[in-house]
């Protein structure tokens, strides 16, 4: 059995393996860093299956580099050893009377039991490690919940729960439904559940022991002293990407790990990553828009997944939310804009913008027309009827803008409305906007994870196409995932597919494009590498779906065939976001 022990050093107070018991008996271990002074202090918590003891440098390894050699301000000020992936650096955060706990979550590290990734039962063990911290007698009885990722994700799932003694919450890229951002996309399966969960949640179940990686802080097995067979670890763990492809509708197995909007009433923050389309940014929009909470603000940043969380720009604006709300300090936070967007122009570059609402309310919806003759986009619908074809598996049609003759912002949410048919009973569609320059080399951004992302990203399977007409926007179509309706062969269906949120400045000269095509986008340049993704990625990142269960040849690699007339335009709706208006 795993004992706490503890320390002072670098100015904390710091605890390993703090027992949370929880309300079936089980007891979770946490680390917590608190002020080396008397006194009740607000919390900044976190619970997840990472390993709270895998410091940030071993388990991943080329994301900590990249970030220290571009960013010394994460490093700046830190000894930088109690880093851990996706969570708080605890000395950057305790100096200013916060105390953090990072709490291994059921079967993950040091917390023996059975891994069952954002299920209700973790959610309730969030609930009651928050209220554990709350009543400790170090605490003032504010909780705050701040991370990355999966840090983020059941956040919304607890925030639902209503915890007496959570305060607010910072959701710094987090996903909000399970079905619709993380498993399928568009009804499609996506490939990274399996790659994931075998390069960053199985190398630190618990019961791994000396098998498993060592704290280079403690000298301990971060994953429990007690060794487990392989085969009683595989008892101790759901296998999550046989769930995801048994559960193929949105049923009561994701239903489960949905977040009840009208329950979310804490302070939020809602931190979205333009470049992460494959999985959080929906959430954090999501998120922001539908949140019953009264007090709620979003950012959007680029560049890489974890960076801005550990900058200055990050962290100031954490800290200076997390101050109003769990310090209760006057710090003009209550007059922070509600929404701060980092706009995107080629070349990574970004401007710092602040504004009011999301989607804008100057935004002009404007549709672009695909036009049957030439494969180009047009404001003005078509004239002329005709088709557009394409095998199932190939790169697909697209479909361009001509040269911009000024300068064009798309900043918000998008939607693509099809008539398509299929030679099989079904297909899918993934839609692509991209930017190209003068010379037609494409425009790609450093997305949250691939180096090499396109401006924009959708997909649809026909067979999906059902729409929940009480969610639905004209800009962000709301599929109900509980009903397949098979298409019959050469039979044309009315498809809409959300594209998610994205912004760029198509400069003077560039040209805007969209791609329809049945698998995923590939950049044709060399591939990104990463130490914790399982392949090199070509565009999508770990966000691709290639599962021969799911899309069978035979179904999929069929003739799609693009409608246009008249009658049955086919468009792009892109919010453009009017030049003059400065804010």
């Not at 809602?270 to 999985?279: C, F, V």
């Amino acid at each position: 059995m795993t004992t706490a022990h503890g320390l002072v050093k670098d100015g904390m107070q710091i605890e390993f393996d703090v027992s949370i018991p929880v309300r079936d008996g089980l007891v979770l271990k946490a680390d917590v860093f608190r002020p080396n002074k008397p006194g009740r202090y607000p919390v900044i918590m976190t619970y997840g299956p990472y390993g709270k003891g895998l410091a940030f440098q071993d388990g991943y390894k080329t994301c900590w580099d990249m970030m220290a050699k571009d960013h010394p301000d994460v490093t700046h000020g830190s000894s930088n050893q109690y880093q851990n992936w996706e969570v708080v650096d605890p000395e950057k955060w305790v100096p200013h009377d916060y105390v953090c706990i990072r709490v291994d979550s059921r079967g993950a590290g040091m917390s023996p039991g059975y891994m069952q990734l954002w299920s209700p039962q973790e959610a309730v063990d969030f609930y009651d490690c928050i209220e554990w911290a709350g009543v400790q007698d170090w605490s003032n009885g504010k909780v705050g919940l701040n991370g990355i990722s999966y840090y983020a994700m059941n956040q919304w799932q607890t925030a639902a729960l209503q915890p007496p003694h959570l305060a607010a919450i910072c959701t710094w890229e987090g996903a909000a439904d399970m079905y619709r951002d993380l498993s399928h996309h568009g009804g499609i399966l996506c490939d990274f559940i399996k790659n994931w969960y075998d390069m960053q949640v199985r190398t630190v179940q618990h019961g791994l022991a000396k098998r498993g990686p060592i704290s280079r802080v403690t000298g301990r097995p971060v994953c429990g002293d007690t060794e487990l067979s392989d085969a009683e670890l595989l008892l101790n763990r759901e296998d999550f990407a046989a769930a995801a492809l048994k559960h193929t509708m949105d049923d009561k197995y994701w239903r489960a790990r949905m977040p009840d909007w009208s329950k979310v009433t804490v302070p939020v923050f809602s931190a979205a990553n333009w470049g992460g389309q494959g999985l959080h940014p929906r959430g954090n929009f999501e998120g922001f828009t539908r949140a019953a909470s009264k007090n709620k603000w979003l950012e959007v940043h680029g560049i890489e997944h974890w960076t801005h969380f550990y900058t200055d720009y990050g962290r100031k604006l954490q800290l200076k939310f997390f101050d109003h709300f769990l310090h209760g300090k006057k710090n003009g936070w209550d007059r922070q804009p509600k929404v701060q967007l980092n706009v995107r122009h080629p070349g990574e570059k970004f401007e710092l913008r602040q504004e009011q609402e999301w989607p804008l309310k100057r935004t002009r919806w404007t549709k672009f027309y695909l036009q049957p003759d030439a494969a180009t986009l047009s404001t003005q619908p078509p004239t002329r009827s005709g088709k557009v074809s394409y095998q199932g598996f190939s790169e697909g049609a697209t479909f361009m803008l001509p040269p911009q003759p000024q300068a064009m912002e798309i900043t918000g949410p998008s939607a693509v409305k099809l008539f398509l048919s299929s030679s099989t009973t079904d297909a899918d569609v993934f839609a692509v906007v991209r930017v190209f320059t003068p010379d037609m080399k494409e425009v790609v951004f450093h997305g949250a994870l691939d180096p090499h992302t396109p401006i924009g990203q959708g997909w649809l399977r026909a067979s999906h196409r059902k729409l929940d007409h009480e969610l639905t926007q004209p800009y962000r179509p709301y599929h109900t995932h509980d009903e397949k309706q098979p298409l019959k062969p050469d039979q044309v269906v009315e498809l809409d597919v959300e594209i998610i949120p994205t912004s760029i400045v198509v400069p003077a000269g560039y040209r805007l494009a969209l791609t329809l095509r049945g698998k995923d986008y590939e950049y044709p340049g060399p591939p990104g590498v990463l130490s914790n993704m399982k392949y090199p990625m070509t565009g999508c990142g770990p966000f691709t779906h290639t599962d021969k269960k799911d899309r069978p040849a035979k179904i999929f690699d069929g003739v799609n065939t693009l409608h246009i007339s008249a009658k049955k335009a086919p468009y792009i709706l892109l919010p453009v976001i009017p030049a003059s208006k400065k804010v």
